[in-house]
């Protein structure tokens, strides 16, 4: 795991983007921009050959622990602006993404019914579905 200092050493911040300090490859230069942008739209960084996710180490550059979960504020993974990062929950940051592709009612927790043709409504607490009715 890396610490704050080390990442303080080998990157500069500047607006939401990391930059080597240092030269840390052959095909790299002091200056570059840290990483590779993944299919999903997260930059990637290596740093002794483990990798990590740029956003969680500009959070901990900036607040010294790296929390389990770290949400964009914006719902955008190329955000990584310090304003933009914030500790949180797995379920918090689950409730930010997209609704399912079946959904039709545009709302989360509300489905059509086919057997009682009507529109219900649920909840789910501690991984468990709550009915809440039709």
Known sequence: MITQQEALKLFEYRNGALFYKQRPSQNTFTGDRAGYVDNNGYR?????????????????????????????????????????????????????????????SGYRGVSWSKVWGKWQAYVNVNKKRKFLGY
Request: proline letters at 3%; one cysteine or more; glycine letters at 4%.
């Open 44 to 104: 990637k960084l290596s740093i002794k050959n483990k990798r990590y996710q740029e956003h969680r180490i500009i959070f901990l550059m900036h607040h010294g622990y790296l929390p389990d979960t770290i949400d964009h504020i914006d719902g955008n993974p190329a955000n990584n602006r310090i304003e933009n990062l914030r500790e949180a929950t797995q379920q918090q940051n689950c409730y930010n993404s997209a609704t399912h592709g079946c959904n039709t």
